[in-house]
Nanobody, 125 residues
Framework: QLQASGGGLVQPGGSLRLSCAVS????????IGWFRQAPGKEREGVAC????????RYVDSVRGRFTISRDNAKNTVYLQMNSLRPEDTAVYYC????????????????????WGRGTLVTVSS
């Protein structure tokens, strides 16, 4: 199971850190990802990381502002979000897959077998 937390209301330019606590399997060998879905839009990949931690992928709109990380000892995934913008408002989901995805497939939702319930991030003044 995956349990995301850390969402909330923040002003533009502010920061939030999302956490995703994993139980039931060892996160260390999994590809992990954060996805988001804004009202009226399709779910999209935001940031993903392969199990080795050496390969990450960010959607262009968040590169340089968001950072994905993992603590395998705590079986937890994080998404540090800085310089938040109103367009970052969405429900954020964490996901994991045991598949070793190539870089171009990291945002393919269909490859992720485990999903957490979302956490709402609202960026507004």
């Amino acid at each position: 199971q995956l349990q995301a937390s850390g969402g909330g209301l923040v002003q533009p330019g502010g920061s939030l850190r999302l956490s995703c606590a994993v139980s039931g399997f060892n996160l260390g060998s999994y590809t992990i990802g954060w996805f988001r879905q804004a009202p009226g839009k399709e779910r999209e990949g935001v940031a993903c990381m392969r199990s080795s931690g050496s390969t990450t992928r960010y959607v262009d709109s968040v590169r340089g502002r968001f950072t994905i990380s993992r603590d395998n000892a705590k079986n937890t995934v994080y998404l540090q979000m800085n310089s938040l913008r109103p367009e970052d408002t969405a429900v954020y989901y964490c996901a994991a897959t045991p598949r070793g995805l190539i870089w171009s497939s990291l945002f393919e939702i269909r490859y992720y077998s485990s999903w957490g319930r979302g956490t709402l991030v609202t960026v507004s003044s």
